[in-house]
């Protein structure tokens, strides 16, 4: 059974840091995207970063280039999410996702996901 388990959500202050990850299990994905999601409330789920399998190719959303890094250890079969300078629009619960294929292009749509975490509340005050 494949299971992606979300970890190191919090409240953290503007201007702080947060790392989150997502450890995989019952398969590995060292050759496809996995990826950050978010949803805040009373909103639709909208994506945050995706990385390729040998994270050679990462791709984010506007709003979080040059505060947010996506990366992966696949010895591990784990993704971060390293989230600098936060901002309170970026509280949400933050989902980890991975595709069960290999992919061309940096997939950002939820359908294009196959497995999904459980989510890992991150609040950020000012």
């Known amino acids: 059974q494949v299971q992606l388990v979300e970890s190191g959500g919090g409240l953290v202050q503007t201007g702080g840091s947060l790392r989150l990850s997502c450890a995989a299990s019952?398969?590995?994905?060292?050759?496809?995207?996995m990826g950050w999601f978010r949803q805040a409330p009373g909103k639709e789920r909208e994506f945050v970063a995706t990385?390729?399998?040998?994270?050679?190719?990462?791709y984010y959303t506007d709003s979080v280039k040059g505060r947010f890094t996506i990366s992966r250890d696949n010895a591990k079969n784990t993704v971060y999410l390293q989230m600098n300078s936060p901002k309170p629009e970026d509280t949400a619960v933050y989902y980890c996702?991975?595709?069960?294929?290999?992919?061309?292009?940096?997939?950002?749509?939820?359908?294009?996901?196959?497995?999904w975490g459980q989510g890992t509340q991150v609040t950020v005050s000012s």
């Open positions: 990385i390729s399998g040998n994270s050679g190719i990462t």
């Open positions: 996702a991975a595709r069960a294929t290999a992919y061309i292009s940096p997939p950002t749509t939820s359908r294009e996901y196959d497995y």
């Open positions: 019952g398969r590995t994905f060292s050759r496809n995207y």
